[in-house]
């Protein structure tokens, strides 16, 4: 069975720096389609940052020139780096897995926390 596991969450002061990673196994990771998503309190789940099999990326405005998203495939490990953290990027993050060969393979890690506050 296909599992995302993510790391790299915590608390951290407004200004500082993340970086999160989430590591799959069982899968054809370099095959697959790779997002960040987050959830704040009281809010829908929102795509954060994006980056196809090819390597090709994209950002949520608010994030764009803050926040990068990159694929080790040798490790199969996605990360986001999170630069000039604000309280607005208070959320759970939780990466994503998609591939569609026939049908749509689409899978979630469990989400990890984090909190900008000072």
């Known amino acids: 069975q296909v599992q995302l596991a993510e790391s790299g969450g915590g608390l951290v002061q407004p200004g500082g720096s993340l970086r999160l990673a989430c590591v799959g196994s069982?899968?054809?990771?370099?095959?697959?389609?790779l997002h960040w998503y987050r959830q704040a309190p009281g809010k829908q789940r929102e795509l954060v940052a994006s980056?196809?099999?090819?390597?090709?990326?994209s950002y949520v405005e608010s994030v764009k020139g803050r926040f990068t998203i990159s694929r080790d495939n040798a490790k199969n490990t996605l990360y986001l780096e999170m630069n000039s953290l604000n309280p607005e990027d208070t959320a759970v993050y939780y990466c994503?897995?998609?591939?569609?060969?026939?049908?749509?393979?689409?899978?979630w890690g469990q989400g990890t926390q984090v909190t900008v506050s000072s």
């Open positions: 994503n897995a998609k591939l569609i060969v026939g049908r749509l393979y689409d899978y």
């Open positions: 980056i196809t099999e090819g390597g090709t990326t």
């Open positions: 069982r899968m054809t990771f370099n095959m697959y389609d």
